[in-house]
């Protein structure tokens, strides 16, 4: 037994009362058999876009030339798709045409993996043409019918068959294995919007090793090359033992879940195979990557079309990544600033996911370093001290209101006032920022 949310249970029985079937179809269904929360309840029918929406009130057409339609029932939407037909895929993206069919095996047969494909109401219960609970029991991921077939409609699905492992802790079934290595290259048709939006399911999921596996295949060598560089990059010195890549997937797997930590910690080493050096004795050093590692995933950044803001702030991080503070309450708020207080909690987590993917050897001091770091980072934020300009107790109205207008020299004289007090809080009192104002101006 599955347990359908009431509104998604409302919208089946009004489509069963009109004459037409109706069943949640897909990943809510996968879900609910693995005892996982479904982020979304879709729902597959024999009624044909027009039909659904004689059936309900509010409905808004945001797919209906391949027959979804979303319906709106009291301040909740779901997705209702008419049973359909795929076209060929000329473009290896979308079908040229679709077709609508009363045959729910019709629809099924079109979908990219077992556990993706199967449907389920209250009344027939699971509808499993593909096997896909055997598939689950065995934590596969495996095609509907012919890989080759699947992938060569949509490319894209070759790198959904990693992401879906990765969220799954699944493996690829070979045949399907094997096809995405066959087909790989074909991810060049595929928007960089599209792969961006895969990728990133994968790369922040609890199994970001995967990616390891799509190395293997050849799929990085398309949508992320960089990465395929790290991964034949060497390193033995005091700190490293694996690749740079297998490093990098140690760092992804102690990063918290976040979408911004998980990509700087990706491309957090991407400068080290240019910056590579090697002595005598085989030792490998990387001094000063963290500035290409920085150019490199800008560069990374905006061909997968990230938002500028995103893209600002990982480059932040990895620009940053090898910084370690001064360990004494000024350091630390020197390092804040340098970081900006939004983003240090972050270069923390940084920090630690870096050390936990070196040698063992190296981690409890690092770490201990760290403890340190984050304490007196707490201290500092417990006491309120001034970590930005905005927090100075004086502004650019006030040395305005002093008769200093010149540009320039309100931004120098505000910087040479934060310099003070993050070397001394206590002087971050208005009357005395005024009168160093003054003394700073008139030196100018």
Known sequence: MIRIPEKAGRILSMLHEAGYEAYVVGGCVRDSILGREPDDWDITTSARPEEIKRVFPRTIDTGIEHGTVTVRLLQESFEVTTYRIDGKYEDHRHPDNVTFTRSLEEDLKRRDFT?????????????????????????????????????????LRILRSFRFCARLGFSLEEGTRQAARELASSLSLVSPERIRTELEKLIVSPHPEELLNAYECGVTAVVLPEFDAEMAAFQNNAHHCLTVGEHTIETMKASPMNRILRWTMLLHDSGKPRVQTRTEDGVYHYHDHAAPGAEIAGSVLRRLRFDRQSERDITT?????????????????????????RLFPLFLDVKRS????????????????????ERIYRKILDRGDCLSLKELAVHGDDLIALGIRRGKALGSILEALLDEVLSEPARNERAYLLGRAREIYGDL
């Open 317 to 341: 991080l990895i620009r940053n990544h090898s910084l370690y503070p001064e360990l004494s309450e000024e350091g630390v708020r020197r390092a804040v600033v340098q970081l900006s207080p």
């Open 115 to 155: 556990v993706n494909a199967m449907a389920y109401n209250e009344e027939e219960g699971l509808v499993d043409l593909f096997d896909a609970v055997g598939d689950l029991r065995k934590k596969l991921v495996r095609s509907v019918g012919d890989p080759r077939a699947r992938f060569g409609e949509d490319a």
């Open 354 to 373: 870096d050390i936990r993917g070196q040698r063992r050897e190296v981690q409890e001091e690092k770490l201990r370093y760290m403890d340190e770091l």
